[in-house]
């Protein structure tokens, strides 16, 4: 084993050389070990129904070596392109370890937080040997940092007589608050004093302060991802309908489509002033759009993909979820920058490494200098 950066120096990975360029080597560590249960269905109602597994995740194509802690040790994979599965699988990839499945993920430069069903758990992991880790609400389904409070949110499709959205103590996992909702969310995000909820009734914003979400526009009652663009203070959002309907928001709550894309199921991603668009259908799935222009720009990795992908957003890089991987972009150019195979479910990146769910617990991969995470 040799080390091979200098973030290593104060990591608990087990750092790898490998002979490759771009093919990111990777090793395994337990950090949650899952309760037993048994394994159940993610999301009720209709985006659980619609929407690709994976969010706001996952898979990928070339080399990797993964080894589980306590485990017996896989031979590595090989090189070269990992052949898609024929049927993507609707709705979140839902991932067994043991018995719980892997919903969400997501993190902070303090910690790593997950949601897992069936048994519910949220847990906080900063590295300690003992996670933090308290029962969600019922029919928990996403989480949301929001940096400019400091608090951790939880929004749930079915807790006690209707969806809610919960805040938490990002430390102590304590429940802070709690916020019922119209209709169920099925994307989040944070742009100034509020958070945007596209929701199944509609879109809604949930101000600093209030105690109740306020209507924006039921005009578009199908919107299935939403994401911040701060750089020029608006909101982008897609439909989950194919084509895709790509809207604009603004502060005051003024909702205009801008585009329209050959993609159903879709998530977006802002990364460096560039707007990405990922989703399933017979022809493209993946693009990267002229936030000026407006053009759909078609990219290379579109021949990796299969069936369609999910993209999410990275730090000057974005993150692509597809049926035989997870891949990092180059966020200005879309060039793959490394590849992971045989990832499954969410996945998060935090100080140089790449966390996933692996057959016995959350596991991390290094992530290589070229792939800035």
Do not use: K
Request: charged share 15%; proline share 9%.
């Amino acid at each position: 084993m040799t080390c091979v950066s200098e973030r290593c120096q104060d990591s608990d990975v087990v750092w790898v050389r490998t002979p490759g360029g771009n093919d990111a080597a990777s090793a395994e560590e337990v950090i949650g070990a899952a309760s037993p249960a048994r394994p159940g269905r993610w999301r009720p109602g209709r985006i659980g129904r619609r929407v690709l597994a994976g969010a706001a995740i996952i898979t990928v194509a070339l080399v990797a070596t993964v080894r589980d802690v306590g485990a017996p040790t896989p031979g590595p994979v090989p090189a070269g392109p990992v052949a898609a599965r024929p049927i993507v699988a609707e709705g979140h990839y839902t991932v067994p370890i043991g018995a719980h499945r892997l919903l969400a993920m997501t993190a902070t430069d303090a910690a790593i937080y997950s949601l897992t069903a069936e048994p519910a758990q949220l847990t906080r992991q900063a590295g300690s040997p003992t996670p933090v880790r308290v029962i969600p609400p019922l029919g928990a389904t996403d989480l949301l940092v929001d940096r400019s409070t400091g608090r951790l949110w939880v929004f749930a499709a079915a807790d006690r007589d209707g969806p809610t959205a919960s805040s938490y103590d990002p430390n102590t996992l304590a429940r802070l608050s709690v916020v019922h909702l119209p209709s169920q969310v099925n994307s989040a995000a944070v742009l100034g004093d509020a958070i945007w909820l596209g929701t199944d009734g509609g879109v809604y914003v949930l101000r600093r302060g209030a105690t109740a979400v306020a209507l924006v526009s039921r005009a578009w009652p199908d919107v299935v991802s939403i994401v911040a663009d701060p750089a020029r203070d608006e909101l982008i959002a897609v439909t989950i309908s194919m084509p895709a309907q790509l809207l604009r928001i603004t502060p005051s709550g003024s909702i205009g489509r801008i585009a329209q894309l050959p993609t159903g199921r879709s998530s977006l991603a802002v990364v460096d002033g560039a707007v990405w668009v990922a989703g399933f259908g017979p022809t493209r799935h993946v693009f990267r759009l002229d936030p000026d222009a407006w053009n759909p720009n078609p990219l290379e990795v579109d021949y990796f993909v299969g069936a369609g992908a999910a993209v999410s957003p990275g730090h000057h890089v974005v993150w692509l979820s597809y049926a035989a991987g997870v891949s990092c972009l180059d966020a200005q150019t879309g060039a793959t920058l490394a590849r992971w195979p045989g990832l499954s479910g969410p996945i998060a990146a935090r100080r140089g490494i790449l966390y996933s769910m692996g057959t016995s617990g959350l596991a991390q991969h290094v992530i290589p200098r070229g792939c800035r995470g």
